[in-house]
Protein backbone atom coordinates (compact mmCIF):
# COMPACT_ATOMS: atom_id res chain seq x y z
CA UNK A 1 0.00 0.00 0.00
CA UNK A 2 2.63 2.06 1.09
CA UNK A 3 4.69 1.87 -2.63
CA UNK A 4 1.15 3.00 -4.23
CA UNK A 5 0.63 5.51 -2.02
CA UNK A 6 4.07 7.05 -3.19
CA UNK A 7 3.73 6.67 -6.66
CA UNK A 8 0.63 8.35 -6.78
CA UNK A 9 1.84 11.08 -4.48
CA UNK A 10 4.63 11.36 -6.66
CA UNK A 11 2.81 11.43 -10.18
CA UNK A 12 -0.58 13.51 -8.84
CA UNK A 13 0.97 16.03 -5.87
CA UNK A 14 -1.73 18.36 -6.35
CA UNK A 15 -3.86 15.67 -4.75
CA UNK A 16 -1.89 14.43 -2.36
CA UNK A 17 -4.66 15.44 0.71
CA UNK A 18 -7.36 13.08 -1.39
CA UNK A 19 -4.96 10.18 -1.65
CA UNK A 20 -4.63 7.70 1.31
CA UNK A 21 -3.94 4.29 2.54
CA UNK A 22 -7.36 2.90 4.26
CA UNK A 23 -6.26 1.36 7.14
CA UNK A 24 -4.36 4.63 8.05
CA UNK A 25 -7.74 6.97 7.60
CA UNK A 26 -9.03 8.42 10.85
CA UNK A 27 -6.66 6.67 13.12
CA UNK A 28 -4.40 7.78 15.97
CA UNK A 29 -2.11 4.26 15.91
CA UNK A 30 0.71 3.89 14.56
CA UNK A 31 1.00 0.96 12.02
CA UNK A 32 3.75 -1.38 11.25
CA UNK A 33 2.17 -1.82 8.17
CA UNK A 34 -1.01 -0.43 7.00
CA UNK A 35 -1.06 -2.34 3.78
CA UNK A 36 -3.76 -4.91 2.94
CA UNK A 37 -2.77 -7.72 0.84
CA UNK A 38 -3.27 -8.40 -2.87
CA UNK A 39 -5.50 -11.50 -3.31
CA UNK A 40 -4.36 -11.50 -7.11
CA UNK A 41 -3.08 -15.30 -8.01
CA UNK A 42 -4.92 -16.72 -4.41
CA UNK A 43 -7.46 -19.27 -3.56
CA UNK A 44 -10.60 -18.33 -3.41
CA UNK A 45 -10.78 -18.38 0.80
CA UNK A 46 -7.68 -15.58 1.02
CA UNK A 47 -10.19 -12.96 -1.28
CA UNK A 48 -12.38 -13.74 1.21
CA UNK A 49 -10.19 -12.64 3.85
CA UNK A 50 -9.09 -9.78 2.15
CA UNK A 51 -12.79 -8.74 1.20
CA UNK A 52 -13.91 -9.31 5.06
CA UNK A 53 -10.78 -7.07 5.96
CA UNK A 54 -11.49 -4.05 3.09
CA UNK A 55 -15.08 -4.42 4.52
CA UNK A 56 -14.42 -3.97 8.06
CA UNK A 57 -11.95 -0.67 7.53
CA UNK A 58 -14.89 0.90 5.50
CA UNK A 59 -17.43 -0.07 8.31
CA UNK A 60 -14.89 2.05 10.41
CA UNK A 61 -13.96 5.10 8.67
CA UNK A 62 -17.87 5.51 7.06
CA UNK A 63 -19.20 7.76 9.61
CA UNK A 64 -15.94 10.25 9.07
CA UNK A 65 -16.28 9.96 5.23
CA UNK A 66 -20.49 10.93 5.78
CA UNK A 67 -19.01 14.08 8.16
CA UNK A 68 -16.67 14.98 5.22
CA UNK A 69 -19.13 14.71 2.41
CA UNK A 70 -21.27 16.78 4.13
CA UNK A 71 -18.78 19.41 4.60
CA UNK A 72 -18.07 19.33 0.94
CA UNK A 73 -21.74 19.77 0.06
CA UNK A 74 -22.67 22.96 2.61
Not at 48 to 64: A, V
Request: glycine fraction near 2%; charge should be negative; charged fraction near 30%.
Amino acid sequence: ATYHYNLLVRNYPEYESKIFILKSMETEESQIDPSIADPIGMRETFYEQIFLEIEKELKRIFPSLLVRIDKYLA
